[in-house]
Nanobody
């Protein structure tokens, strides 16, 4: 079955950097769009950014210029490079995959990895 496993979260000071990874299995990775989302305590889950199967990226305004999404299809892995981190970036970060086959959208989520940015 499809599995998405995030890693790389942790504690970092404001202004620092982290790189999150999401390893996928059970799917044809290169055919899936991948996304990163985050959920802070007491808030709804929000989009951080996405990368399509052909490598096009899109970002939330709050992270543009600071975060970069990339993918390595040979490793079935998507990355989220986070620079210039702010305390408001503190959240659980989730990756997801989406593939449209005909009229059906197949969406899967990882279990999340915690990022804490101290001021």
């Amino acid at each position: 079955q499809v599995q998405l496993v995030e890693s790389g979260g942790g504690l970092v000071q404001a202004g620092g950097s982290l790189r999150l990874s999401c390893a996928a299995s059970g799917m044809i990775f290169r055919l899936n769009a991948m996304g990163w989302y985050r959920q802070a305590p007491g808030k709804q889950r929000e989009l951080v950014g996405t990368i399509t199967s052909d490598g096009s990226t899109n970002y939330a305004d709050s992270v543009k210029g600071r975060f970069t999404i990339s993918r390595d299809n040979a490793k079935n892995t998507v990355y989220l490079q986070m620079n210039s981190l702010k305390p408001e970036d503190t959240a659980v970060y989730y990756c997801n995959s989406e593939r449209l086959i005909g009229a059906h959208s197949y969406v899967y989520w990882g279990q999340g990895t915690q990022v804490f940015v101290s001021s």
